[in-house]
């Protein structure tokens, strides 16, 4: 990327210092904390490589509002909100499965996400964006397929935590979308899906029950390589993560047409 803004930069510095964070503990997780429910994990990974991404930015930009995964928020008077995940995949990172990403997206009001990084260490893999300035992996420019019918195309989507009504909706969901489309996966870090989406890995990617900081950063590293990104009925993505669709755009309204069916309308509640 020509000219990366300071915010970018000074993101890609503390997401990998944050990655060699977790590299250290990777592998060797003997002990963890359940959230919300049995697979809602966290682990000192997290809570450490957080620390490290909060003290850095408060340092850097005592004026910035910070809301994170682990610690919450802290608001000030300011135009600029950073999100973070410090650690999207937990469960997969205390499993030994590769597939996990610190998560920094910068917010200014009045427009939006406007800075992101996506990092995950055990691969070295750097994703970033700017807004309006495209995206990156590994200083590669990167883009969206071209795919135009579901049968050519390979999605990826996510399961919520809470096993109600909305988590057996979702089963019936991945049926009909597994029976039109090459196939689906379930990897377990939606900023990395959102990632894999920009770089043309996966044609779609949809899910529901999120968080900002699940979200924040792979939508505009997606949006900004081409990827459609809304929410199921095509209207503007929600910031809070309850529901997104991203997508290469060709096959955008053929996957919203099957998420708005009025038989998956609790889903909207």
């Known amino acids: 990327m020509k000219n990366p803004s300071e915010f970018l930069t000074f993101a890609i510095v503390i997401a990998k210092e944050a990655g060699k964070i977790q590299m250290e503990y990777f592998g060797k997780i003997t002990a963890f904390k359940k959230k919300s429910t049995n697979i809602d994990l966290v682990t000192n990974a997290d809570i450490e490589s957080e620390k490290y991404i909060i003290n850095q930015i408060t340092r850097k930009y005592p004026n910035h509002s910070i809301l994170a995964e682990e610690s919450g928020d802290t608001f000030n008077e300011s135009e600029y909100l950073w999100v973070i995940d410090p650690l999207d995949g937990t469960t997969n990172f205390t499993h030994n499965l590769p597939i996990f990403s610190v998560s920094i997206g910068l917010v200014k009001k009045n427009i939006g996400t406007v800075c992101a990084v996506v990092f995950n260490p055990s691969a070295d893999k750097c994703f970033y964006a700017e807004y ?45 979308f597994y029976d039109k489309t090459r196939g689906l996966r379930r990897l377990g870090s939606a900023s990395l899906d959102l990632c894999f989406v920009a770089m043309g890995r996966f044609d779609g990617y949809y899910e529901f029950g999120l968080k900002p900081w699940d979200i924040c950063a792979g939508s505009l590293i997606a ?43 609790k889903i909207f509640k």
Not at 223 to 231: L, M, R, S
Not at 241 to 258: E, P, Q, V, W
């Open 132 to 176: 309006k300035k495209g995206s990156f992996l590994n200083n590669k420019p990167i883009k969206c397929t071209s795919s135009n019918t579901l049968s050519d195309s390979l999605l990826v989507t996510g399961f919520p935590y809470l096993h109600d009504i909305k988590y057996d909706l979702s089963f019936e969901i991945f049926k009909e």
């Open 223 to 265: 949006t900004e390589a081409g990827a459609k990104v809304t929410d199921w009925d095509n209207s503007k993505l929600p910031f809070d993560g309850s529901r997104i669709i991203a997508t290469n755009g060709y096959i955008h309204s053929k996957m919203t047409d099957i998420l708005s069916k009025e038989k998956y309308k």
